[in-house]
């Protein structure tokens, strides 16, 4: 019978114990074959500390032909698995995890206050609003309300807009930018700790 998996790229588990075929990847099979091929074990985490481990698809392919035997097996999803280790499961609100919301906040809202400003320096935002001022109203007058307020709203609904976020809501179902760059990030370094682990299992 055919035997169809579908590996991760990277999972996250917690707490020491068996990983069986099923915390890796997904299966697809007739039957009890199909759980007979998820229960199987692949390897035994006993460590007390946070570490990576590497899965092959090849490994993956050997434990299944090894226990069930007779059976054509297809991988459709990824060639390598990043595990993901943890002993303990993070707390998901503590205090030390708001400080560094805090933190990394207050560096992010004074970096990009900085740049804009800066940005409005080089450009010499205030001379512009001033010559339009003059243009419009034939009057010459130093930072000008009528121009800098309208700007200033049509500034922040222009960064709401590109960020596709307000007060914790999305204003429609595309990905923000964030999102796609953390997406693009974690594959890079799930790529990497696959490069890494590999180079150290072709080492030992």
Same mark, same amino acid.
């Given at each position: 019978?055919?035997?169809?998996? %579908?590996?991760?790229?990277?999972?996250?588990? @917690?707490?020491?114990? =068996?990983?069986? =075929?099923?915390? /890796?990847?997904? /299966?697809?099979?007739?039957?009890?074959?199909?759980?007979?091929?998820?229960?199987?074990?692949?390897?035994?985490?006993? #460590?007390?500390?946070?570490?990576?481990?590497?899965?092959?698809?090849?490994? *993956?392919?050997?434990?299944?032909?090894?226990?069930?035997?007779?059976?054509?097996?297809? #991988?459709?999803? +990824?060639?390598?698995?990043?595990?993901?280790?943890?002993?303990?499961? +993070?707390?998901?609100?503590?205090?030390?995890?708001?400080? %560094?919301? &805090?933190? /990394?906040?207050? /560096?992010?809202?004074?970096?990009?206050?900085?740049?804009?400003?800066?940005? !409005?320096?080089?450009?010499?935002? #205030? @001379?512009?609003?001033?010559?339009?001022?003059?243009? &419009?109203?034939?009057?010459?007058?130093?930072?000008?309300?009528?121009?800098?307020?309208?700007?200033? *709203?049509?500034?922040?609904?222009?960064?709401?807009?590109?960020?596709? !976020?307000? #007060?914790?809501?999305?204003?429609?179902?595309?990905?923000?930018?964030?999102?796609?760059?953390?997406?693009?990030?974690?594959?890079?370094?799930?790529?990497?700790?696959?490069? @890494?682990?590999?180079? %150290?299992?072709?080492?030992?």
């Amino acid at each position: 019978m055919d035997i169809y998996i %579908k590996a991760e790229k990277k999972v996250n588990i @917690t707490g020491a114990g =068996v990983v069986r =075929v099923k915390d /890796v990847a997904k /299966v697809f099979a007739e039957g009890s074959l199909r759980t007979q091929a998820e229960n199987l074990r692949l390897l035994e985490i006993t #460590s007390d500390k946070k570490k990576n481990y590497l899965v092959s698809v090849l490994d *993956i392919v050997e434990k299944i032909n090894s226990a069930l035997p007779g059976n054509t097996v297809s #991988s459709l999803g +990824e060639t390598d698995t990043v595990i993901e280790y943890s002993p303990k499961a +993070e707390k998901g609100s503590s205090p030390t995890l708001w400080i %560094k919301v &805090f933190f /990394v906040s207050m /560096v992010l809202l004074t970096g990009s206050a900085t740049a804009i400003m800066s940005f !409005h320096s080089d450009a010499q935002i #205030s @001379t512009v609003f001033e010559n339009y001022y003059y243009i &419009f109203f034939n009057e010459k007058i130093e930072n000008p309300m009528l121009i800098d307020l309208p700007y200033s *709203i049509g500034l922040a609904t222009g960064i709401i807009v590109f960020f596709n !976020h307000f #007060s914790g809501k999305k204003l429609t179902d595309d990905p923000t930018p964030i999102e796609v760059e953390m997406s693009v990030y974690e594959k890079e370094v799930a790529d990497n700790l696959i490069d @890494t682990l590999n180079k %150290k299992r072709g080492e030992s």
